[in-house]
């Protein structure tokens, strides 16, 4: 169940943010789930709740690195601001390098 948690997260599919019912919608034909809800133990929402807290331990740190990076540069995003102006923008500096591309999009 984890592995398939892993596999949607990394396919872009849900966030550390995502609530367990969106998410529960998405994978509920999927087999894994169905054999959580057969056994003892954590419940799937349970361990969908262990997984986020796993991500916003990474999360939290990098936004808050990004919006100091927002913050020297001097950049207000706007309703109408584009990938590009935001890449070109940040790309600018070179602590954005560091960054993965899942934070950088």
């Known amino acids: ?3 398939l948690l892993h596999e949607y997260h990394s396919n872009g599919k849900f966030g550390c943010r995502t609530p367990w019912q969106e998410v529960c919608k998405m994978i509920q034909d999927e087999p894994a789930y169905k054999e959580m809800l ?3 133990g954590s419940t799937p929402g349970e361990l969908y709740g ?3 807290e796993l991500l916003k331990e990474d999360y939290y740190p990098q936004r808050d690195l990004l919006l ?3 913050k020297k540069l001097g950049f207000t995003f706007h ?3 584009t990938m590009k102006e935001f890449k070109d923008a940040f790309g600018a500096d070179d602590g954005f390098a560091k960054f993965s591309d899942a934070y950088k999009e």
């Open 1 to 3: 169940f984890r592995l």
């Open 50 to 52: 262990d997984f986020t």
């Open 79 to 81: 309703v109408e601001t």
């Open 68 to 70: 100091d990076l927002q």
């Open 38 to 40: 057969v056994v003892e």
